[in-house]
């Protein structure tokens, strides 16, 4: 079955720098990807998707890039600020409608 | 509105006894599902339901069943609970249809402790 692997699990930064979350996945039939957010005491919520191997930027200081050929995808925070200190999780859809999750990533932004 | 219900939020068992969790949806969407989160761990998929047929993940097959009344609605059922069952139960739904890429609008949870 599919396997994703998010790194790191944990990630402290400071308030104005830069993070990156990486998460690779193995079966070549994952064709959607989804990167989710949540804040504690509340449910999972799209942060950001994509679908091809291309750059997208969704306007909140996030961007996700998609490297198909390597089965990579990854989430780049520019200026992050304590908002952003969340739990964060990457997914990834199959054709048969199976969704599968990594493991997490705690991000946390100090001032 | 795009809110997913679960009930009970909080939920104790004892070892050896049934649980059933709830939750509903009333966007219309296709497909439900049913994710086992612990913690530093991947939400788990245990099932889903895409409109009336339930698939169940192969590991998971015989611990947790599964019942979909109407569209609004799923169950998830633990026969017989065990110490593993712990855990906080997700569940999303998706619209299926109509373009639909896979964006999941998930509920709070209900966290199951089993004793």
């Known amino acids: 079955g599919e396997q994703v692997e998010q790194r790191p699990p944990h990630l402290s930064v400071r308030e104005g720098d830069s993070a990156v979350i990486t998460c690779t996945y193995t079966d070549p039939n994952s064709y959607y990807f989804f990167w989710y957010k949540q804040e504690p005491g509340a449910s999972l919520q799209l942060l950001m998707k994509v679908f091809s191997s291309t750059e997208i930027n969704e306007g909140q200081g996030f961007t996700v890039l998609l490297n198909k050929k390597d089965k990579r995808l990854s989430l780049n925070l520019t200026a992050a600020h304590p908002g952003d200190s969340a739990a964060y999780f990457c997914a990834v859809r199959h054709s048969n409608n199976r969704i599968f999750f990594g493991d997490g990533t705690q991000l946390v932004v100090k001032p | 509105d795009t809110t997913v219900k679960q009930n009970p939020r909080y939920k104790l068992a004892r070892v050896g006894k049934p649980v059933n969790l709830i939750c509903s949806q009333t966007m219309n969407h296709d497909t439900m599902y049913w994710y086992q989160k612990k913690p530093n761990q991947a939400p788990k998929l245990l099932l889903f339901?895409?409109?009336?047929?339930?698939?169940r993940e192969a590991d998971t097959f015989e611990k947790f069943q599964s019942s979909r009344p109407n569209n609004s609605f799923c169950s998830l059922y633990i026969g017989s609970a065990g110490l593993e069952y712990s855990a906080m139960y997700l569940c999303?739904?998706?619209?299926?249809?109509?373009?639909?890429?896979?964006?999941?609008?998930f509920g709070e949870g209900s966290k199951l402790t089993v004793l």
């Open positions: 999303a739904s998706r619209p299926g249809t109509g373009g639909d890429t896979g964006q999941l609008y």
């Open positions: 339901y895409y409109d009336k047929i339930l698939n």
